[in-house]
């Protein structure tokens, strides 16, 4: 088939088709996610465990990319179908216009997930499945793709799901994990990562309209994902995506995308200043490097102190996020419960009237605190289950 005739069905039939995509984020942020895409015009946003399903156009699926705080990475459901035998696997993985979403010579790695699934084995879901999808190329006149199964920069992920009888077949979108903002390269021990920083800000309030203090700053993610919300920069701005590869592709469209979150930067508000410090000269000077790669330094008063000396950086109150050191920063379980407590006693005696974000290694650690209309809500993290925790210091 000649390239004009592929580039004529990708206008015609895959940019003004609406399709089925789908979020995916750290279970026990599906709410929080749901809520963040539903500010951006989607169609269909409904939560799920693991992420949220939406309905929208590809050019959407740059925005979910670009603006999304949340989401880990965005799908695009390319096929769901029932299973009663192999051959529906194959003969469905043959229909899709992969012409449309993979590059001649293209590298595509699979991740194959199973639960009750009659499919067969993954590796035999591998092998066929990229079979399938070289024949479909060749009938298209196109270079082979090329199979990788190691996790390098510019592959195309392809997953496979099979639940039961049911099977469901998605392309990556994101390409590397969209909490990798393109900030972040110095970093101190067990860093937090950008998304968890971002629902921490978003589940304790964050509006960008109050004080802000990050009294452990480490290397200054949360203070620095504070900047960003609170200035509406795009989290997505400085890093690429795997649909940038695609045929597909519209280089222009991405461009405008950006051009447009570039003009909706707002300076921060003189009123709600961010102050991260930290007892660690090391870090903060860690911090310093990440909040000018952000292009947030000038937004962030970065200077070194002791959290238990430390008096709220304003007279009025605001927000204070906190993530105490725990797991592979503080030795043993024991040392990180004492810390805890010690830091809610700081708390108590000090930062009345603040509202309160912190992360604990431990559920029951929330008793420390004593806030105001607490809330809190369990997610994954560095390998650990960790609790997120706001509320108001009496």
């Not at 993954?122 to 270079?143: D, H, Q, T, W």
């Not at 570039?262 to 310093?288: C, F, H, M, V």
């Not at 407590?341 to 431990?362: D, E, F, I, N, P």
């Amino acid at each position: 088939m000649p390239e004009i005739n592929i580039e004529r069905r990708i206008k015609r039939h895959i940019w003004p088709e609406t399709w089925d995509m789908f979020a995916v984020c750290a279970p026990g942020l599906e709410k929080l996610l749901a809520h963040e895409l539903d500010s951006m015009d989607l169609k269909n946003v409904g939560p799920v465990p693991g992420g949220v399903g939406f309905s929208a156009k590809l050019n959407q699926a740059y925005q979910v990319n670009l603006w999304s705080r949340l989401a880990g990475r965005v799908l695009l459901r390319l096929k769901d179908f029932r299973v009663r035998r192999f051959s529906d696997l194959t003969r469905q993985m043959e229909s899709i216009p992969w012409e449309a979403f993979l590059a001649p010579e293209a590298k595509v790695r699979f991740q194959v997930t199973l639960k009750e699934s009659t499919m067969g084995p993954p590796s035999l879901i591998v092998e066929e499945s990229f079979r399938y999808i070289c024949r479909r190329m060749r009938k298209m006149g196109l270079a082979e793709p090329e199979l990788t199964h190691k996790e390098e920069p510019g592959r195309q992920m392809i997953m496979v799901r099979g639940v039961d009888r049911r099977a469901t077949i998605s392309l990556d979108t994101s390409g590397e994990h969209l909490h990798k903002r393109g900030y972040r390269l110095a970093t101190g021990k067990a860093p937090m990562r950008e998304d968890l920083a971002a629902a921490l800000l978003m589940f304790s309030g964050y509006r960008g309209n109050a004080p802000l203090a990050d009294p452990m700053c480490g290397s200054g993610t949360l203070g620095i994902e504070a900047a960003l919300a609170a200035k509406n920069q795009a989290p997505g701005l400085m890093r690429g995506l795997a649909m940038e590869h695609w045929p597909a592709h519209r280089q222009p469209t991405w461009q405008h995308l950006k051009g447009e979150a570039q003009e909706q930067i707002n300076p921060l508000n003189e009123k709600a200043p961010i102050y991260s410090t930290d007892r660690l000269a090391g870090a903060i000077n860690l911090a310093r490097q990440n909040a000018e790669r952000a292009q947030v330094d000038q937004d962030i008063n970065l200077y070194k102190a002791n959290f238990f000396t430390l008096k709220p950086p304003t007279p009025e109150p605001g927000l204070v996020v906190i993530n105490p050191p725990y797991g592979k920063r503080l030795g043993s379980v024991r040392e990180a419960k004492d810390f805890a407590a010690k830091t809610a006693s700081r708390l108590a005696r000090v930062w009345s009237g603040w509202q309160v974000g912190v992360v604990l290694y431990r559920p029951e650690w929330v008793d420390f605190f004593k806030l105001k209309h607490a809330e809190y809500l369990v997610v994954p993290h560095g390998g650990v289950r960790v609790t997120l925790l706001t509320g108001l210091v009496p």
